[in-house]
């Protein structure tokens, strides 16, 4: 499905980063595996062969956001799909009790790092005849739940963020959709919770209709369809991938 395309993938390292980056080399794709974890991007776009190349890039920071698109180009020759999968937890807690700096760093990476990634792209993208964003949003930022404030607005924020761009950058045939997933078995998750034991994992899959947590593939999935030629005619979508959640 996405046969000669190339992306890039923040927070590609580990989680749905990774699993995004192994599905698009398998369906025809190009990939630039970037990461703050400049080893772990490595270590998976060797793992995955020569249709990967990896960066490491903080993309909270203009400058590393502006060079990680360059080295995509240069690598590959054009850009059509960028990935702003990157993310930063909240650790479940009071609304009060929340730093400042952890504050800072949520928004930083869930919401400002999309103005830095996608200002650097937009160019290449449009030059290239159009192309598509693919937001990693959350479930939070759809039906918020108390002990995660700061992380619920920034997803909110993010989703809000995916529909201002879908309409923004539909008259250069760029079409920007969101992911929204549930909680999953990821680094992330573990960032939230702490250590994952059986209680933690039956409390949070109690809330979701089908009966488990997401797993990496099921984002991925979801990724190759609004990424591919597919979905041609499909913006501006907030697509909750969970299990049944919203629905509840």
């Known amino acids: 499905m996405l046969k000669d395309k190339v992306a890039v993938i923040t927070g590609g390292a580990s989680g749905f980063g990774e699993a995004m980056a192994r599905r698009f080399v398998a369906e025809g794709a190009k990939v630039m595996v970037a990461d703050m974890n400049a080893a772990g991007a490595k270590a998976v776009a060797d793992s995955i062969g020569d249709a990967a190349r990896s960066i490491g890039a903080d993309v909270t920071k203009a400058a590393e956001a502006d060079a990680m698109i360059a080295a995509t180009v240069d690598a590959f020759g054009k850009l059509d799909i960028l990935v702003n999968n990157a993310g930063a ?3 479940i807690n009071n609304f009060e009790d929340v730093t400042e700096d952890e504050i800072d760093l949520i928004f ?3 919401v400002k790092s999309w103005l830095l990634t996608s200002r650097a792209a937009i160019p290449h993208l449009a030059a290239n005849g159009g192309g598509s964003i693919i937001n990693t949003a959350s479930v939070a930022g759809l039906r918020p739940r108390a002990g995660a404030a700061w992380y619920n607005a920034s997803k909110a924020a993010a989703c809000s963020l995916t529909l201002t761009m879908a309409a923004e950058l539909a008259a250069k045939n760029i079409r920007v959709n969101a992911l929204c997933p549930v909680a999953a ?3 992330l ?3 939230v919770v702490g ?4 209680a933690k994992r ?3 899959t109690a809330t979701i209709p089908l009966g488990r947590l997401a797993v990496p593939d099921d984002v991925a999935s979801a990724a190759v369809y609004l990424a ?5 005619f499909m913006t501006g979508v907030l697509l909750p991938i969970d299990g049944g959640r ?3």
């Open 89 to 91: 937890p909240q650790y």
């Open 108 to 110: 930083n990476v869930n």
């Open 185 to 187: 078995e990821t680094p």
């Open 189 to 191: 998750f573990e960032g």
């Open 195 to 198: 250590e994952i034991t059986d």
């Open 202 to 204: 039956e409390r949070f």
């Open 228 to 232: 591919s030629d597919e979905a041609t």
């Open 246 to 248: 919203t629905a509840m």
